[in-house]
């Protein structure tokens, strides 16, 4: 009989030994279920082949309890690694908003791509629900920590069409194209922030404005 529960315990292993999150291992997920469904077969027929002879041996009841373990042990690893990735991508949600980055999106499984979808979608939901009648929407994403100031002045690094003409609630109507530096509320940014798409720039303006 091969080694059980090998191919279930690196799946673990890839995922303690990556910065963020391996690549989704799609084949690997399939090979652990295939052994889950081949030990359940073995169950069955060992009960089926005791059936017939209207008694279970000592030897068959262990190996009815060695296959069962074998089993819980598969699906408890593979849920586990199910589980961990899951709330990475919603940690995900939390610190860039939906600005993910390519290198970051390209490690989901397709599965797990609408699972943030659907994820954003209900977050986006209750923030827009949460206060009725409101001018502008409640944002429990922003601020994670607090703020050394409220106003900052940032550097957009690269062009990126898909942020050039963002409306802010604060700062209003935010042209972010390569190059230019502008002040802002760091409320409206700070997913921009911690995607890495601007960069906070140290001036003693900063200073200035912040303490208003």
Sequence with gaps: MPIHG?????????LKRARWLPPFNDKVV?????????????IKRLVEQQDAEDSLENEVLIGLYLY??????????????????????????????????????????????QYLNNYNDNLDKYMKRYVPNCKHRLDITANAEAPEHQYIQIRMLRDDPQLDGIV???????????????????SDVEHLLRAGKV?????????????F
């Design 6 to 14: 090998r191919k279930a315990v690196q799946l673990l292993q890839d």
């Design 30 to 42: 399939k090979e652990v279920a295939e052994e889950i469904l081949s030990d359940a077969k073995e």
């Design 68 to 113: 069962d373990d074998l089993i819980d042990r598969n699906k408890r690893c593979l849920l586990a690694y199910l589980n961990a990735r899951l709330e990475v991508i919603e940690q995900l949600r939390w610190e860039v908003g939906r600005m993910v980055p390519d290198e970051k999106l390209q490690k989901l499984h397709e599965a797990e791509k």
């Design 168 to 186: 802010s609630n604060g700062s209003g109507l935010l042209r972010l194209r390569g190059g230019c530096q502008i002040m802002v509320l760091r």
């Design 199 to 211: 960069e906070q720039v140290k001036t003693p303006c900063t200073d200035v404005v912040g303490g």
